[in-house]
């Protein structure tokens, strides 16, 4: 009777030992693998699926090595502006992923909202946070007759082509024409003196000088569509995830860097607005982001929408190299709506850990914050709000913030000369 006794809690040990030993192996064991959706959805947000970017039908120059030289040195160049101290770059820095970190961006004056990162922007239809603008080209020329931005105006720019970037403009464009008669500063922006002088200029007069003004900005344009984002961690784990590499998927990434992942290819809901390699859908969402105290009300694409359709410069315009079977994308947009209300463009997430603060007017300053308004979702402070409370735990959304991280990557020029 004692040996069995014996028998049976020598027995009792081992299973005990086995076990743990297999509740040790289970917490120690991968996570199941992916599933064929869950592989499929992370394919498709992998860079190695973004398609060669398209020629942009409305800019001619678009993809002329010559062109982008010359729209780099202007990218830099502070005399493009009404007190020689603002360039493209001073809100667009390279070394901050071409923004600038700041809850408003700064030209001349303070603008109402905050920049937007360049790299891949190229692959978009609409500009700005609320698509007022439907190409690279006319969105660079933007800022440059605004009065808080650049601040300049058309005739100025003109000139400064003329005194310093004659041979290379020429060389892509053509000749320019006699400017010595024209005013120094005159074109159709706030200044009362410049507007005063562009409105005495002909007709003619007028068109030469925004011919060269909008060849400015598609120069401006086949620089900018050569910035692009690269693989980040994240694209390296997807690739061992489709390449079959357990053991390159277990180093890549930390356990709650894949947790994160997991959220946000599911729970989270964050691919309705951020998803395509790029992480972004290009589109307008109202995700219920609070008014910034102290500015003007802004209605997003309400305005942008309506913006775009009288815009001097769009697809449709006699400035643009396009044809009209080519502006598909302004001619169906819809352009009116309850549903437009502070709607705003949704930016990419790549390379988002390293440029907050957050939303058009750089509301949140930390993606915690960012991920506790989408966890909460709060009530619209106008329009409707898409987003739903996620109801995720603290560790959670850790884990998300985690993953965010993995989408930092390199920006480099493509498709050089």
């Not at 498709?44 to 973004?50: A, E």
Request: proline share 6%; hydrophobic share 40%.
């Amino acid at each position: 009777m004692k040996a069995q006794s014996s028998k049976f809690i020598l027995m009792l040990v081992i299973a005990v030992i086995v076990l743990a030993g297999g509740a040790s192996a289970y917490l120690l064991w991968p996570r199941p693998a992916w599933s064929e959706g869950e592989i499929a959805t992370l394919r498709s947000l992998w860079i190695g699926t973004l398609p060669p970017l398209a020629p942009d039908a409305s800019n001619r120059y678009g993809d002329d090595p010559a062109a982008a030289a010359l729209g780099e040195r202007i990218f830099f160049d502070v005399r493009f502006s009404s007190n020689g101290e603002v360039a493209c770059a001073t809100c667009h820095l390279p070394q901050l992923g071409y923004q600038d970190s700041k809850q408003l961006s700064e030209g001349v004056g303070i603008s109402n909202r905050r920049s937007m990162p360049i790299a891949g922007t190229a692959y978009s239809p609409w500009f700005f946070w609320d698509g007022r603008k439907d190409s690279l080209w006319a969105q660079a020329l933007g800022p440059l007759e605004n009065p808080v931005e650049h601040g300049g105006d058309r005739t100025q720019y003109a000139h400064l082509i003329a005194q310093h970037y004659r041979e290379e403009y020429e060389t892509i464009f053509g000749p320019l024409p006699d400017l010595s008669d024209l005013p120094a500063n005159a074109g159709p922006v706030a200044d009362a003196e410049a507007r005063a002088a562009w409105d005495a200029m002909s007709e003619q007069n007028r068109q030469t000088v925004t011919r060269i003004y909008t060849n400015l900005g598609k120069a401006l344009a086949a620089y900018e569509r050569r910035i692009m984002p690269t693989a980040s961690r994240f694209d390296t784990y997807v690739e061992a995830v489709l390449n079959g590499d357990t053991e390159a998927m277990e180093t890549i990434l930390t356990a709650d860097e894949v947790a994160g992942m997991r959220l946000f290819i599911g729970r989270a809901n964050c691919l309705q607005c951020h998803n395509g390699p790029l992480l972004t859908d290009n589109h307008f969402h109202n995700t219920g982001v609070p008014a910034a105290a102290g500015l003007p009300e802004d209605t997003g694409r309400t305005l942008g929408a309506q913006q775009v359709l009288a815009d001097e410069f769009n697809c449709l315009s006699p400035y643009s190299d396009a044809m009209p079977e080519d502006c598909g994308e302004l001619r169906f947009m819809v352009a009116e709506g309850h549903e437009l209300e502070r709607q705003f463009k949704a930016p990419s997430l790549r390379n988002v850990a390293e440029r907050a603060p957050y939303m058009h007017a750089g509301q949140f300053d930390t993606l915690d914050r960012v991920l506790a308004h989408y966890n909460a979702a709060p009530t619209a402070p106008a329009g409707h709000s898409e987003v739903e409370p996620l109801q995720l735990s603290e560790t959670e959304l850790d884990q998300l913030v985690a993953f965010l991280h993995t989408l930092s990557g390199p920006i480099q020029m493509t498709y050089d000369e």
